[in-house]
């Protein structure tokens, strides 16, 4: 429905639930293609939803394990300037690191 309507993020986050899905049904390659896909949407005009793009972002790069260098720092650098400290914080655990907010102890 959303590609006839000639949305692109609706299509995004259209693809992005069926990444889930497929992840969640143990398919989690099938789900990375899909989550590929979702961001390649988001892309596609330059005035589709920023929020959209970044939460596939980091879901592509926890999929990845925070392997992929490249999605990696543009969804690190996208969330920081966001200032979602918590997609931050995402990103550096798929990555296998701890943000500085993580390592603080009252």
């Known amino acids: 429905m ?4 000639e949305d692109p993020c609706w299509e995004a986050l259209s693809l992005r639930g069926l990444a889930l899905a497929e992840a969640a049904d143990g398919r989690p390659a099938e789900g990375r293609v899909l989550l590929g896909q979702a961001l ?5 005009f330059p005035d589709t ?7 596939i972002l980091t879901e592509l790069v926890e999929s ?5 260098p490249e999605h990696r720092e ?3 650098r996208l969330a920081g300037a966001a200032g979602l400290a ?3 914080a995402r990103i550096d655990a798929a ?3 701890q943000t500085r907010r993580q390592t603080l102890r009252p």
């Open 2 to 5: 959303a590609r006839a309507m």
């Open 49 to 55: 939803y920023r929020w959209a793009e970044l939460v």
């Open 40 to 44: 390649e949407s988001c892309r596609r």
């Open 74 to 76: 543009t969804a690190r």
């Open 64 to 68: 990845e394990r925070g392997t992929d």
């Open 86 to 88: 918590h997609l931050v």
């Open 95 to 97: 990555s296998g690191h």
